[in-house]
């Protein structure tokens, strides 16, 4: 478990991974920020270090939520700590590769040029 945040309420079967990523741009402060993603039968849920949700005491929030809901894969994100909906919730249907449109072949996406992640 990392030191950084509260402990999750996790159930068997559960993934827990321990990440961070490096802020941007023009920042005062380029210190690594620490990441955690839950990984659960119900969804991923992603915690970033300082921020929260609405209904989460302070360093158990998680801001940012997948999971499939009515058969199509969603992104919930609480981007204003005071608000207990959502709000943010995103339909990833567009995003399905069998939705990928036909172009020219010169405009073709390379395997090799993508930071894509490979199954």
């Known amino acids: 478990m990392s030191e950084e945040f ?5 159930n068997k079967g559960d993934k827990v991974f321990h990440t ?3 802020p941007q741009g ?18 991923i849920f992603i915690r970033v270090k300082g921020y929260g949700d609405c209904s ?3 360093g158990y929030g998680c801001p940012i939520w997948i999971e499939f809901y009515e058969g199509k894969l969603m992104v ?3 981007s204003d700590i005071n ?4 709000t943010n919730s995103v339909s990833m ?5 069998t939705a990928r449109k036909e ?12 930071a894509r992640i490979e199954p």
């Open 6 to 10: 509260k402990p999750w309420s996790i």
């Open 20 to 22: 961070q990523i490096s």
């Open 26 to 43: 023009n920042v005062s402060d380029p210190k690594p920020i620490p990441v955690e993603i839950c990984s659960t039968y119900s969804g």
């Open 56 to 58: 989460s005491a302070d």
């Open 76 to 78: 919930r994100l609480w």
């Open 83 to 86: 608000n207990e909906d959502p």
């Open 93 to 97: 249907e567009g995003a399905l590769e």
């Open 103 to 114: 172009v020219a072949e010169t405009h073709k996406t390379s395997p090799v040029k993508s």
